[in-house]
Nanobody, 124 residues
Framework: VQLVDSGGGSVQAGGSLRLSCTTSGFTFSVACMAWFRQGPGEEREGVAAVGHAGITAYTDSVKGRFSISKDNGKNTLFLQMNSLNPEDTAMYYC???????????????????WGQGTQVNVSS
């Protein structure tokens, strides 16, 4: 089983980044997939999630700016991040719930597989 995060970097406020997570070793199409982030001294929080039926969920602070999507043919998860601000600075992690997830898909307890993380830095 493998989740490999990529696409992080340093941008100025107002900029955009696209994160990718390539996966293997589990049935991607039925999994619930999500992006989490963790800033310095903070707890890891769910940012965006997508269920096997394509239903998405976002934490309030990123609604209208971030978009989560998945390519089942390539077993890859994406996070398009627009209008970035310094508060978005964090390590971003891809996560998988191979058996799916129920309500509150942003809750950490659903997710048993994790990527290594990719750093996003947003300067003002």
């Amino acid at each position: 089983v493998q989740l490999v995060d990529s696409g992080g970097g340093s941008v100025q406020a107002g900029g955009s980044l696209r994160l990718s997570c390539t996966t293997s070793g589990f049935t991607f199409s039925v999994a619930c997939m999500a992006w989490f982030r963790q800033g310095p001294g903070e707890e890891r929080e769910g940012v965006a999630a997508v269920g096997h039926a394509g239903i998405t969920a976002y934490t309030d602070s990123v609604k209208g700016r971030f978009s989560i999507s998945k390519d089942n043919g390539k077993n890859t998860l994406f996070l398009q991040m627009n209008s970035l601000n310094p508060e978005d600075t964090a390590m971003y992690y891809c996560a998988a719930a191979p058996r799916g997830c129920g309500s509150n898909s942003l809750a950490r307890y659903w997710y048993t597989l994790w990527g290594q993380g990719t750093q996003v830095n947003v300067s003002s």
